[in-house]
């Protein structure tokens, strides 16, 4: 996560939020480091007990009326105690002209004052959505990324193993690309995981033998898709006679992404497996799954209970050993 200052939030979210710096210059270079935005309400009357002076905050109608009523010296101290917290900076809402005495004590604490003809709930909302972006974790994976029936599977493993050329069966049969080679990766609160292509790779993909090729443009843009949410990953490993992989699936097994624990399979390659089959009906599992519907630990279930009727004592069949 890199450094927000209140300059890069003004220079790439500022014309979807109509903002225009009005005072406080100086103060572009703080930091923003709350994807919350607030509204000070109590705190312009001196109750500051739930005032947050991490978060951008927005003042509206109500904050600007109550400011213009207050008298000289009370207006002069109110101010001072709100941007002596040292917000990031102030959004004044609904194309309101800010108070003279407001620019002039955050031109005084160097805390950036905008104003925008946007109403407040406008503001929030697309600013809540920049700053979540912006803000959360994120890394960048080497693997495959596509949207299988609403399941976003990530295809990993060594380099050569065919992560691509499966996920082009995959995006043949209808299903989506999101992101081949490079799956740039953000964790949204409080526990997902979402994944989008690189600004450079896009929707390309690299297949041997064929060279580059552009799924939007081959497959239309039903065939891709910009972010999806990770809820399975997909382990491919070479066939090794030697290690044991797993048989029933009764027990989950988990990969751990930016702090979040994601199911994970892992599928042993041989000659002649149709590995995109293989990965969609990991997929459809992992919905049944999701619905509450586990497979093996159904049938489990069944091959206890058979094991238990055929050991009590009225039972007449042969004792299974």
Known sequence: MSRLTVQMFHQQVGGQLELSLVAGRKGLWRSITSSKVQRPGLALTGFMEHFRDDRIQVVGFSEVAYLRSLDEPELLEILDTFL???PPCVIVTRGLE???RLLERADAHKVALF???LLNSVVVDRAVEYLDDKLT???SLH???VDIMGVGVMLMGQSGMGKSEVALELVARGHRLVADDIVEV????PDAVY????????HHMEIRGLGIINVRDLFGVTAVRQRKKIDLVVELVHWDEAQEFERLGVDETYDQMLGVDLPKIVLPLRP????ATLVEVSARDRLLKDQGIHSARQFQDRLSQAIARSRSPGWDGEEVE
């Not at 994944?195 to 896009?202: A, K, L, R, V, Y």
């Not at 002649?272 to 590995?275: D, K, L, N, R, T």
């Open 115 to 117: 104003t925008t003809p």
């Open 272 to 275: 002649g497996q149709v590995i």
């Open 195 to 202: 994944g989008s292509p690189s600004d450079i790779i896009g």
């Open 84 to 86: 002596g917290e040292e």
């Open 186 to 189: 953000r964790k949204r609160p």
């Open 98 to 100: 800010a108070p003279a």
């Open 137 to 139: 974790q994120s890394t």
């Open 143 to 145: 693997g495959v990324l």
